[in-house]
């Protein structure tokens, strides 16, 4: 079983972790997604931290990824095509936009699985960066 799943990936954390671990638990070969910066202005209100190419090489040198695959259009259906993927997981925000109907309405035209998992409450890319940005402010304060 191929299972393939889709991120930013930005400033890698223990909440990937546990989701990509899940996710390889699911199957035999866990293929990963990863967003452009283009991609990502599509849909968050700010551009990853880290470049792309250093997202992949992150995720290529984790033991739970088979297959890292970069993509650079907001649509989901040639990366499970491209990875023949078995099973696709999608984050609890899933939602009801063009590119998550075109990818649902294929997997199950093609008798395929979407398993939705929650997101893990312990950490986030979007957290790290609100503490970095609060502590910058500490230490600028005058004394």
Not at 19 to 30: E, Y
Not at 66 to 95: M, Q
Request: hydrophobic share 40%; charged share 20%; proline share 4%.
């Amino acid at each position: 079983m191929i299972v393939y799943t889709v991120g930013t990936f930005d400033l890698l954390h223990v909440g990937h972790l546990a989701l990509l671990n899940h996710c390889k638990s699911l199957g035999d070969i866990l293929a990963v997604g990863v967003a452009s910066d283009d991609v990502v202005n599509q849909y968050k209100p700010n551009i990853p931290i880290i470049p792309l190419e250093q997202r992949v090489e992150m995720l290529e040198a984790l033991s739970c990824v088979d297959i890292v695959r970069p993509y650079h259009t907001l649509e989901y259906v040639s990366g499970c095509k491209a990875v023949g993927a078995d099973i696709f997981v999608i984050g609890e925000d899933w939602g009801c936009n063009s590119h998550n109907l075109d990818v649902s309405g294929y997997l199950k035209e093609v008798g395929k699985e979407i398993v939705q998992v929650r997101y893990n409450p312990r950490t986030s890319s979007t957290k790290i960066k609100e503490m970095v940005l609060e502590q910058r402010n500490v230490c600028a304060e005058p004394y």
